[in-house]
Structure formats: C-alpha cells, structure tokens
Nanobody, 123 residues
Framework: QVQLVESGGGLVQTGGSLRLSCVIS????????MAWFRQAPGKEREFVAT????????DYADSVVGRFTISRDKVKNTVYLQMNGLTPDDTAVYYC????????????????WGQGTQVTVSS
C-alpha cells in the first residue's frame, strides 16, 4: 500500500520561502513519478511540479517556473518542493501525488495522494 505524508506548510509573508516534504512508502518498481498539486479555496486542484524516477527529469507549471524547485532524496524516499518568492496567489493546500510510469501533469493520472499541507501567504 502506497502512503504519502506531506509536511512543511505554514504561514509566510509575501516574498518568503517554504520547503515542503513528501515521504513516500510502499511504492515499488523502477519507473514512477511524483508530483505536487495545489488547491485554493473554491478552485480545482492544479498541477505545480513533477519529478520522475529513475532519471529525475522535472516539469513545472508556468506560474511557478523560476520560483519553485522540485527535488528528491532517493535514500530518504522523500520529494521536496522548495518555494521561493511566494505571493498570496500561492496560498493553497498542497498535495503530493504518485503514479507508476512517466511524469504527468493531470490530477486524474495520479493514483495515490497524501493528506495535504496548508500554505498561506500573507500580503
């Protein structure tokens, strides 16, 4: 059974930084992808960033390019999302997702999800 546990959310001022973590367990195989999505109040869940296993390729939503960085620690089975230059538009619950196969940017392509972590950016 795949389990994903996010942490690292919180309250930060505009221009600040946060690093989210997602610890993964139960994910076997050699080819899979992890991603971060976010959901703001009243909005649909949207893609933020994804990283593939085993090669570590990445992809980002246009809105976060140059500000957010997704990375992984294979030993710790952890995916990170470093978020810099945060603005109130980044306020949302951030979810970690996992899927077997190649990277994807659509929510429905991910089969397992964490419980989410709240990120709030004050103006």
């Amino acid at each position: 059974q795949v389990q994903l546990v996010e942490s690292g959310g919180g309250l930060v001022q505009t221009g600040g930084s946060l690093r989210l973590s997602c610890v993964i367990s139960g994910l076997t195989g050699t080819s899979y992808a992890m991603a971060w999505f976010r959901q703001a109040p009243g909005k649909e869940r949207e893609f933020v960033a994804t990283i593939g296993w085993p090669f570590g390729l990445t992809d980002y939503a246009d809105s976060v390019v140059g500000r957010f960085t997704i990375s992984r620690d294979k030993v710790k089975n952890t995916v990170y999302l470093q978020m810099n230059g945060l603005t109130p538009d980044d306020t949302a619950v951030y979810y970690c997702g996992a899927r077997f196969g190649a990277m994807a940017t659509t929510e429905s392509q991910y089969t397992d999800w964490g419980q989410g972590t709240q990120v709030t950016v004050s103006s």
